[in-house]
């Protein structure tokens, strides 16, 4: 009979680690409150390390097709909320895609979450997390990044996303600064 302690080292070597720890985060914004700030409806889902914990999560909860209409689910590293005023997000900016098909969406944004939590980016430090928005007429997944004016990194990122999603369609990067003004404006484009 095992004791607790080969229980637990049993546990940890059947685990596998990711490099960092993820966090998930859902907002729903189909029924906001009059006057309150959008992310009064952001909330901090599940921080997971590894591979077990993210697949569990996946399944069971954070398919946007789990998701109404005018929600988000967002995945993000540990320690940066899904926000413009985050520290980690101020200066950054957001590669977007678009989609009027839900089951696109689905394995779009599996493929990203996979590639980030896989650090499959070389720019991976740049990257602070992916949203999956889901509308009633066109869904639109964003991948944030830290530094929108570090063109060679964000062109890189938005080359190697764009192959992992697997679009052969135009996609644009916008700096949040721009799109805090609503002269959101494509910057750059893969």
């Known amino acids: 009979m095992a004791t607790d302690g080969a229980a637990v080292e049993i546990t940890e070597k059947q685990s ?29 889902g599940y921080t997971f ?22 929600a988000d689910f967002h995945l993000f590293k540990a320690g940066i909320e899904p926000k413009w005023e985050d520290p980690e997000c101020a200066s950054g900016g957001r590669w977007t895609v678009t989609s009027s098909r839900k089951p696109i969406l689905e394995t779009m944004w599996l493929e990203t979450l996979m590639a980030l939590i896989g650090e499959q980016f070389d720019e991976a430090d740049e990257i602070c997390g992916v949203v999956a928005s889901v509308r009633q007429r066109q869904d639109k997944l964003s991948l944030w990044t ?21 679009v052969t369609d135009k996609i644009i990067y916008s700096f949040h600064d721009d799109s805090k003004t609503r002269t959101s404006k494509g910057r750059y484009n893969v």
């Open 146 to 166: 830290k530094n929108a004016a570090n063109e060679a990194a964000q062109m890189s990122i938005g080359r190697k996303w764009k192959e992992i999603i697997d």
């Open 16 to 44: 596998h680690k990711l490099e960092r720890k993820w966090t998930f985060w859902f907002d729903n914004q189909s029924k906001p409150k009059q006057g309150a700030a959008w992310d009064n409806n952001l909330r901090n």
């Open 49 to 70: 390390e590894t591979v077990q914990e993210f697949w569990c999560l996946y399944d069971q909860v954070f398919k946007p097709s789990k998701l109404p209409a005018n």
